[in-house]
């Protein structure tokens, strides 16, 4: 699908956060997996497709320096609207899969809660890598919760790319070491188990 942000902005103008797919209440599998992180909350924290999720209100609320990228503008001023200090933190309405604009040069943190599995072709997959590369810092943590080769072959209408633990690996190099995995089974708000891949890494201080 060629315009994504016009098929996204139409999902955030029609439904209501409880109506979305990928709606979570429960945050505590990614609180779990932040956890294992011994960066202080003020290192600055790239929260990548944010959506409206309740995750940004949590992390704002625990004093993340926060940059909010989402390709959804509608969904961006949904949440700017709803999250307290929303401007102490950095907005970003951009395509992940294209090279970050040059106002982010390092980020100690980078969050993906289901956004790298809709990009489907390897031109897309290799630029959104190479902003990982290209931002996150020696030293710094990426957490990817992607759907998982068991999981489903499509979700909001869009087909989406499955992704094992090894190909996880292979994408990143070896610039970054795993610290944990898990499978998750996510019950989204229809019920429907949705099964999850959440990795976390850490790039390398030397290589």
Not at 40 to 61: E, F, H, M, P, R
Not at 68 to 97: E, F, M, P, T
Not at 167 to 191: K, W
Request: aromatic fraction near 12%; proline fraction near 2%; hydrophobic fraction near 45%.
């Amino acid at each position: 699908m060629a315009n994504l942000d016009a098929h996204w902005n139409a999902i955030y103008r029609k439904k209501n956060d409880q109506q979305l797919g990928w709606y979570e209440e429960d945050l505590s599998q990614t609180f779990k997996f932040l956890a294992k992180i011994t960066q202080k909350t003020d290192a600055v924290t790239l929260v990548t497709g944010a959506g409206t999720s309740l995750l940004v209100d949590q992390l704002s609320a625990q004093g993340y320096h926060l940059i909010i990228n989402d390709i959804s503008d509608a969904a961006l001023d949904k949440l700017r609207q709803r999250i307290s200090y929303a401007d102490k933190h950095q907005w970003l309405c951009h395509d992940i899969a294209n090279p970050l604009p040059n106002t982010i040069t390092t980020v100690d943190l980078w969050i993906d809660r289901a956004v790298l599995h809709f990009l489907l072709s390897e031109e897309a997959i290799d630029r959104y890598f190479a902003n990982i590369q290209g931002v996150v810092s020696k030293g710094g943590f990426v957490l990817l919760a992607e759907f998982s080769t068991t999981g489903a072959s499509q979700c909001a209408g869009l087909k989406v790319h499955r992704y094992s633990l090894a190909e996880m690996q292979q994408r990143l190099g070896e610039s970054f070491t795993l610290i944990a995995a898990e499978d998750y089974n996510y019950i989204n708000p229809f019920g429907e188990v949705r099964p999850y891949l959440y990795a976390l890494f850490q790039r390398v201080i030397a290589i």
